[in-house]
């Protein structure tokens, strides 16, 4: 199956602090997308990027779709405590059928 | 709107035996997957189906059957359980297969022992 390569695996900041995390592919996307999964939930998706080069934001959140369309990041400004939970990058190749998902990022933040 | 639903929440099987976890979606959605998810590991496509009587393979379809006979419904079947099929199960739906943003269930926790 694709490998995505998602970094960090965790992080532990403090309230208020600016995140990054990316993900990595060894093929080229058509979409990137970004999920939030909260303990014992199904993830939930929070943006997605349709072309190479494209920044978009919701919220304090800002992704973007890599000029090389095998990366992508996604930025949180200033963390709040109800940041916490795992964030998955995912995306599709051919077509919107399948989806891969990147193994996670898990995010803590001390108040 | 119920959303997803999945039942059941958790369930412990042995080896061999045989089970379905349900899935439903009251959205008209006619896109519906099927994912696990292990530790460390992200959410792995198993099967999924465009539309009723339409389904597909997934990364990791071995192990599980699927069906669609109507919009709302899209079961998942262990034939044979493993102790490798231990992980939780996310059931998704999506309006049809050109909309990205899938909505997904709250999952079922499944031990083989």
Redesign the interface.
Known sequence: ??Q?N?SPQSMFIQEGEDVSMNCTSSSIFN?W?WYKQDP??????LI?LYKAGELTSNGRLTAQFGITRKDSFLNISASIPSDVGIY?C?G?IY??????????TKLNVKP | NAGVTQTPKFQVLKTGQSMTLQCAQDMNHEYMSWYRQDPGMGLRLIHYSVGAGITDQGEVPNGYNVSRSTTEDFPLRLLSAAPSQTSVYFCASSYDDSDLEQYFGPGTRLTVT
């Open positions: 199956g694709q995505l998602q979409t997308l014992g939930e199904g993830p939930v998706l997605a998955f995912a599709t077509n919107f059928n399948k989806f891969y998902f990147g193994s996670g």
